[in-house]
């Protein structure tokens, strides 16, 4: 009877041994597993802020082109009534002397 029990006894130590090793082996995996999520996490929230640098940037430099453009548009319309002024101010000036003159 008395070996019976330490058998007993010993079967329950070595339970208990299997049993701390396996929450240490658990431990460890969890660890493993909560590091490498942290790394997921990093990378994708890395690889986000990239992205997003990415496109404000493509988007500011779509905007300066924009502005380049219609800068380029409005000169060119600005360049063009001054070609036409000095005829306008002539005909104007001809307008004026013609009806001061009495010269419709």
Excluded at 7 to 20: G, H, N, P, Q
Excluded at 28 to 43: F, M, Y
Excluded at 77 to 102: H, I, T, W
């Amino acid at each position: 009877m008395k070996d019976l029990i330490e058998k007993v006894l010993e079967i329950e130590e070595k339970a208990r041994s299997i049993v701390a090793e396996a929450e240490k082996s658990g431990d460890k995996v969890t660890g493993a597993a909560r590091i490498r999520a942290r790394e997921i996490l990093d990378a994708a929230r890395a690889d986000a802020l990239t992205k997003s640098r990415k496109f404000a940037n493509d988007k500011i430099d779509e905007a300066r082109a924009e502005r380049e453009r219609r800068l380029e548009e409005a000169n060119e319309k600005s360049s063009r009534l001054a070609e036409v002024a000095p005829e306008a101010r002539q005909k104007a000036v001809d307008m004026v002397v013609a009806a001061v003159l009495g010269r419709h």
